[in-house]
């Protein structure tokens, strides 16, 4: 199979999809690997190591796309890359099509076979492929809620952690997954006073057993959320139903219960956002200011520590793409039940109910593109 590497090009994003060590694991497997000239240069790699491992660099992008069997990336295909994807091939990356109708459409009509890292799922009901990217973003959304906490960058001017004589920042959580666990983790460490929310009672038990003192679990509900907002100096979002919507828990009305110049930070962007004021940001122009709140609200946060994320979602994602390509999708999908929910769009069709239900579209199983 010959596997496409093209350069990220969505704002600040500086990740890559692949590392000079798994161009090497394609290749001795008789794959052949095509890597954008300074695809891995945001990242740390260069061309050199890619070629040193048996890629091929090539300037034409246009090239990668048109020749590539099984297309490799980070982010989902943002507008100049809509008309390059191509029937039957396969695009194997973050898509997060609830959060993009444009990005859906432009998908199903390419008749592409766009297998989305965010939905594949073990049979203990993990994202393996989500998982080291929502550390990454949970641990991220903390540091940068502090920083924009600070006076200077327009927040109230709280020190997350206090100091002795002064009390501690209050952070709330909103989700006890992978994200609200990396975030509740930095903001105990910095000395806040935490709260996560959740609507899993075995899981506030699970959390309630292994987190530090200073980390209070609560139930999730509109009545306890809005008890909590005008304590609180940092909110962060971080609600996830794979292949969803985020269901929205803070209202534009609740967001005046909150003291001005404390920030949201809503991790969820990248499927909708769990705060209704939420917009996606870039990098670039990372905050803005609703109701006297600070929203951070950028939809790639991973992408501003890039050689720390790609070396973590190669690691995981280097597995199935080893699968992908020397099975081919049906076959590997067929061995590998994990990458059942995470075929998402095949061949003009969706194949993900969740993604179809977000905008009231046709649904049809899996099981009727691989049988």
Known sequence: MLIGVPKEIKSHESRVALLPSGALSLTRKGHKVMVEAGAGDGSGFPDEAYELNGAQIVADVEK???????????????????????EGQIIFTYFHFAASEALTKAVMDSGCIAIAYETVESPDRSLPLLIPMSEVAGRMS?????????????GRGVLLGGIPGVKPGNVLILGGGIVGVNAAKMAAGMGANVTIMDISLPRLR?????????????????????????????????????????PKLITRDMLKLMRPGSVIVDVA??????????????????????????HYCVANMPGAVPYTSTVGLTNATMPYALQIADKGWKKALKDNRDLVPGLNVAYGEITHKDVAAAFDLEWKPVEGFIN
């Not at 796309?65 to 100049?80: F, L, Q, R, S, Y």
């Not at 309630?208 to 980390?215: I, Y």
Request: overall charge negative; hydrophobic content about 40%.
């Open 142 to 154: 903390v540091q940068q809620g502090a920083k924009y906490l600070e006076k200077a960058q327009g």
């Open 206 to 246: 699970q959390l309630d057993d292994f987190m530090p003192r200073n980390v209070t679990t609560i139930y999730s509900s509109e009545a306890n959320i809005r008890e909590m907002l005008p304590l609180l100096d940092l909110v962060v979002g971080g609600v996830l139903i794979p292949g969803a919507k985020a």
């Open 269 to 294: 962007i990248d499927q909708g956002g769990c705060i209704e004021t939420a917009r996606p940001t870039t990098h670039d122009d990372p905050i803005y200011i609703v109701e006297d709140v600070i």
């Open 64 to 86: 990668i796309w048109a020749e590539a069997d099984m297309i490799m990336k980070v982010k989902e295909p943002v507008g100049p890359e809509y008309n390059r994807m191509r």
